[in-house]
């Protein structure tokens, strides 16, 4: 670990210890974290003179080549995975059957690529379209699992099957009427519970599948939550497999993060939000935890639109709370604002 000023900072560098201004009060970025060069601007308008670099050799050129992949390489990837998603989903409802090596080779070849591209989650946001379907979903969910995953330092094989798992979480809604998946209205009591099925219709498509017993129970519980609230079982606490807790986090803020036919897409800051009110009771809270300390950093430096329709960009977030749509932002004529002390918010991003 090296002390490196702020001036001699580059994109892709890994902080080696967190990152603390406002005396004490507002964490900038957190161990571990990769640095871009917004991160960069709002280090030195902080006026830090220098942090610790995490300067490990083989992180460092892992890192600094993730930076140069480009926005248009991730969605042309992102495309060429979707139709070979429809593809193998249209086969399992002809045929009953998941051609599982053909997912797996998605998995090794595509998914865990685009799950390691330097501003994934931001090229996801800019390339969701409105009516997002199923193949959508399940491509987003795996790629976020991945991202959560690796934070949650998932390595190598056992990433692989974790993200095969979000990939394939919703299979079973294959089996629900596209009346039922698509209607902009409320849903009876009967429509939901043949909506509620959809984790043990996955299960039971997949059960002769030759696949790892807890890539099938990561899919049938990932909507079981830790107070028993979830479905189909109800289960609690540890009767919930790991898999299956970290699948839900992914699947709750791409869910939140998406458009759908009965309501607009929220922001990430929302998502997140929603997420810290759901953390200790529904979902597992140290990869929760991850998932929101990471993303705070990740979000340092994004454009965002004001509730007063003015654009700013992401300074810090406070570090003793977790109120995601209000952190420290600078406007375009260079003004700081502290949204925890202004009647603002966040309501879009770009």
């Not at 998603?85 to 690529?113: S, Y």
């Not at 929302?270 to 990869?287: G, Q, R, W």
């Not at 639109?305 to 003015?310: A, E």
């Amino acid at each position: 670990m090296n002390l490196i000023f702020t001036q001699d900072l580059v994109p892709g560098m890994c902080i080696g210890g967190d990152v603390i201004a406002g005396d004490g009060f507002i964490k900038l970025l957190t161990q571990g974290a990769v640095i871009n060069q917004s991160q960069i601007d709002s280090l030195k308008n902080w006026g830090l003179p220098s942090i610790n670099i995490d300067d490990t050799t083989d992180k460092m050129q892992e890192k600094v080549i993730a930076v140069h992949m480009t926005k248009t390489e991730f969605t042309k990837g992102y495309n060429e995975t979707i139709d070979k998603i429809v593809h193998a989903f249209r086969h399992v409802k002809k045929f009953g059957e998941v051609p599982i090596a053909e997912m797996q080779e998605l998995v090794d070849q595509k998914i865990i690529l685009l799950a390691e591209t330097i501003g994934v989650l931001e090229h996801l946001h800019d390339i969701r379209c409105y009516s997002e379907n199923t193949f959508n979903h399940s491509l987003n969910v795996a790629i976020i699992t991945g991202i959560l995953g690796k934070w949650c330092n998932y390595k190598g094989t056992e990433l692989k099957k974790l993200i095969l798992t979000g990939l394939l979480h919703d299979i079973g809604k294959l089996v629900v009427p596209l009346s039922i998946l698509n209607k902009p209205g409320r849903l009876s009591d009967e429509e939901f519970a043949a909506i509620k099925k959809h984790p043990q219709d996955g299960y039971q498509v997949l059960k002769d599948a030759r696949i790892p017993e807890n890539i099938k129970l990561g899919i049938w519980q990932h909507h079981e939550r830790l107070d028993g609230s979830g479905y189909p079982l109800g289960l609690i606490g540890d009767e919930i497999c790991a898999e299956a807790k970290i699948i839900s986090i992914a699947d709750v803020y791409d869910a939140i993060t998406s458009d759908r036919v009965y309501r607009r897409k929220m922001t990430p800051f929302e998502a997140l939000d929603i997420l810290a009110d759901d953390l200790f009771e529904k979902l597992e809270p140290v990869s929760c935890l991850t998932f929101m300390d990471n993303m705070r950093d990740y979000l340092i430096g994004s454009s965002v639109i004001l509730s007063n329709g003015k654009k700013a960009k992401i300074i810090a977030f406070y570090a003793r709370d977790r109120c995601f749509t209000k952190p420290v932002v600078c406007t375009r004529n260079g003004k700081l604002l502290d949204l925890q002390k202004e009647k603002l918010c966040i309501t879009g991003v770009g």
